[in-house]
């Protein structure tokens, strides 16, 4: 059985205070929320912080989900220690062309995990590869690889950088729709766009300060979009993603006015595929404009040899997925 390393465990009950706490605990501190991630990391010593503060005793990332503007198209509000069945199951969410991240978070693993897991914590998600997400014994063996106490990487092995992937299953769907995310920090608040949260580096995969807190998602006013999720995996009641294609568009009557295709489980952070987006814009949303877009996004995907199925056929299934998406939002305009 794998143990848990000792810790020292903090539970503060306001943002101001989990920003001072971790200013205390310095680089050894590190933030938890539902610890479905960071726990099983820190068995297999991936991750090994002396302390642990905890973020679900804060009410500002556990208030109800709301809106603002008002009326009912009015843009959404999201503690980001929401649980994951709490947000699949939100009225707010669901009944609105938000429900993809509605149905992004009921697809991640199981429902005792969406018990516990965040969406906060889906969206910093540590990167995944089959040479980290081991024992340690298991990396030992290997001479570990540069992600955790070693130097080269097992899955390109002259690359100066690590190729891990970006595996949430929501922030696809988070960067395709445009949502914001509020960061908070000892240097105070900074609103900054999904995309930019993420960098295409497997070992710093997020560009937020390590003591910022995600605190709240922001999702946009539904005025004339839709989006959709689409989600390979080996088995489908729990298997993280070994591919996510969100696809985002904004209709103007019958015509694509705008779009977005963004792939997860292909890159170290979600990977919007703009050659997709542009495909499809100022026309109808045709079988040809399907086609054209999903050879699009198929092309730069380059699926590496570090999570499930073989690559070459991940990176086949990127246009079949894309196109199923993007079939999806025409059936639903029908
Ligand atoms: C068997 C198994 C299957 C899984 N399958 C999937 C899957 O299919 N899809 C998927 O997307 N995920 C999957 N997961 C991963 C995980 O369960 C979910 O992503 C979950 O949402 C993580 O949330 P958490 O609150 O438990 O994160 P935690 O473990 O608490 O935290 C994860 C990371 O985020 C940081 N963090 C958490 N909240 C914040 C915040 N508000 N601000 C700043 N940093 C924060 C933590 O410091 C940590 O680095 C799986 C996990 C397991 C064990
Ligand atoms: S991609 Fe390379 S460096 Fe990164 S976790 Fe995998 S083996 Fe290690």
Redesign the pocket.
């Known amino acids: 059985m794998l143990r848990l390393p000792s810790f020292t465990y903090r539970q503060p009950t306001s943002l101001k205070e989990a920003v001072a706490m971790k200013a205390d605990a310095g680089p050894e501190g ?11 990391n820190m068995k297999r010593r991936q991750q090994m912080p002396a302390t642990v503060i905890s ?1 679900m005793g804060i009410p500002e ?1 556990t208030a109800p989900v709301r809106r603002t503007g008002g009326p009912a198209d009015g843009g959404i509000v999201i503690g ?2 929401i649980t ?1 069945t709490d947000l699949s199951a939100c009225p707010a969410v669901r009944q609105s062309a938000c429900s993809a991240v509605a149905h992004a978070a009921e697809l ?2 199981t429902p005792l ?1 969406r018990n ?3 969406l ?3 969206l ?3 990167t995944r590869c089959n040479y980290y997400d081991q024992t340690y014994e298991w990396r030992k063996a290997i001479d570990f690889c540069m992600k955790k106490d070693g130097h080269i990487c097992w899955v390109a092995p002259s690359s100066p950088r690590c190729w891990a992937v970006s ?4 922030a696809p769907v988070m960067v395709a729709i445009g949502a914001e995310f509020l960061l908070v920090g000892p240097a105070g608040e900074r609103l900054v766009p999904a995309a930019r949260l993420y960098h295409n580096d497997g070992i710093n995969y997020l560009t937020k300060q390590p003591d910022e ?2 605190a709240e998602v922001r999702l946009p006013r539904t005025d004339g979009w839709d989006a959709t999720y689409h989600k390979l ?1 080996r088995r489908g009641s ?4 070994v591919l996510g294609a969100a696809a985002w568009v904004r209709w103007d009557g019958d015509q694509v006015a705008d779009a977005r295709v963004v792939l997860g489980g292909v890159a170290s952070r979600p990977q919007e595929v703009p050659e997709a987006g542009a495909a499809l814009k100022g026309r109808a949303l045709s079988d040809d404009a399907i086609a054209i877009a999903a050879e699009a996004a198929y092309r730069p995907a380059k699926p590496l040899d570090n999570t499930d199925f073989d690559l070459s056929w991940r990176k086949q299934m990127t246009r079949v997925y894309v196109a199923r998406a993007l079939e999806e939002l025409r059936r639903r305009r029908r």
């Open positions: 590190m933030y938890v929320a539902g610890g479905t991630d960071l726990y099983p973020l990332l980001a220690a994951l991640v693993s995990l516990m897991g965040t906060g914590g889906n910093c998600l540590d595996s949430s299953d929501v807190i995600l995996r729990f298997d993280f993603p």
